[in-house]
């Protein structure tokens, strides 16, 4: 069954960086879109970033030009560097995965597969 397992969460003060990392097992991993979302405290879910099956890039404005996601099909693996933490991204993140090209970030439902998420607390 597939399974998405996030990691390099951690707390970090303001302007630190931290990469995360999502490792998936039992999908063919490059036939699948596959992001970033994070849940803010009192906050509902949000679309970080994706990434489709062919390596195009959708970031959400605000961690534009301070997140990049990216992955390693050969390694089954999802990244999201992220740069200048603010206060605000203190968040549980997740990453998620749907089969096919369709790659959203602002709408959650068409993913069927969610890792537990991995906490990043930014001070």
């Known amino acids: 069954h597939v399974q998405l397992v996030e990691s390099g969460g951690g707390s970090v003060q303001a302007g630190g960086s931290l990469n995360l990392s999502c490792t998936t097992s039992?999908?063919?991993?490059?036939?699948?879109?596959v992001g970033w979302f994070r849940q803010r405290p009192g906050k509902e879910r949000e679309g970080v970033a994706s990434i489709s099956t062919d390596s195009i890039t959708t970031v959400a404005d605000s961690v534009k030009g301070r997140f990049t996601i990216s992955k390693d099909n050969a390694a089954n693996t999802l990244y999201l560097q992220m740069n200048s933490l603010k206060p605000e991204d203190t968040a549980m993140y997740y990453c998620?995965?749907?089969?096919?090209?369709?790659?959203?970030?602002?709408?959650?439902?068409?993913?069927?597969?969610w890792g537990q998420g991995t906490q990043v607390t930014v001070s």
């Open positions: 998620a995965a749907r089969w096919g090209g369709y790659c959203p970030i602002y709408d959650a439902g068409p993913y069927n597969a």
């Open positions: 039992g999908l063919t991993f490059s036939t699948y879109c």
